[in-house]
Structure formats: C-alpha cells, structure tokens
C-alpha cells in the first residue's frame, strides 16, 4: 500500500510564504510524476505544479514566478515554496503522485489526505 504524508501549510499574511513537504512511501518501484493540487470549497481542484521524474515541471497559471516545486527522487519527496502569498490560494493542498508499484506493471494516481493553507490579507 502506498501513503503519501504531507506537512506544512497553516497560516500566513498576504505577501508571506510557507512551504509545503509530502513524502510517499510504500513498496514503491518509481514515481513518475509527483506535485500539488488544490480546492476550495465549492470549486474545482485545481492543479498547481507537477513535476516528473526527468525533471518537466508544469505550474498552474496562477501561481507562475511565486511557487516552486521541487522533489527528491531518491526519496520519493515533493516540497513546494510558496512565495508572495495571496488571499486567493487559500484552499486545501492535496499532494499527488503518480506511482508504479513493484510487482505491479501498473502507475497509479495516489493522493494525500490533505493539508490546509489559509491567507489572510
């Protein structure tokens, strides 16, 4: 069975920023593509940055030349720094991952629990 374990998040002031961690672990063989997504109550997720095991990294328009994502092959770790903090990303960030288990010539999509991040202005 795969957990994706996220960390971080919580509250900070516009203009601010927090830094959110995810570590999957499991009988893992690899992870092709590992990121973040997002939800607010009554919206759509939203993807906000994806980044897979060669490096191709992709942001949601909203959130290009503040938030960097960055992962840890090796470890199977995702981070994302989130800087200049808007009211608009308040939402639950949900950390994703795109896995191949060992034995198992599948990839499947697996999603952390969950963790929330509010912006006050």
């Known amino acids: 069975q795969v957990q994706l374990v996220e960390s971080g998040g919580g509250m900070a002031q516009a203009g601010g920023s927090l830094r959110l961690s995810c570590a999957a672990s499991?009988?893992?063989?690899?992870?092709?593509?590992m990121g973040w997504e997002r939800q607010v109550p009554g919206k759509q997720r939203e993807s906000v940055a994806i980044m897979t095991d060669d490096g191709d990294i992709s942001y949601g328009d909203s959130v290009k030349g503040r938030f960097t994502i960055t992962r840890d092959n090796a470890k199977h770790t995702v981070a994302l720094q989130m800087n200049n903090l808007k009211s608009e990303d308040t939402a639950v960030y949900y950390c994703?991952?795109?896995?191949?288990?060992?034995?198992?010539?599948?990839?499947?999509?697996?999603w952390g629990q969950g963790t929330q991040v509010t912006v006050s202005s």
């Open positions: 499991g009988d893992i063989k690899s992870v092709w593509k």
């Open positions: 994703y991952a795109a896995i191949r288990m060992n034995l198992d010539p599948r990839t499947i999509g697996y």
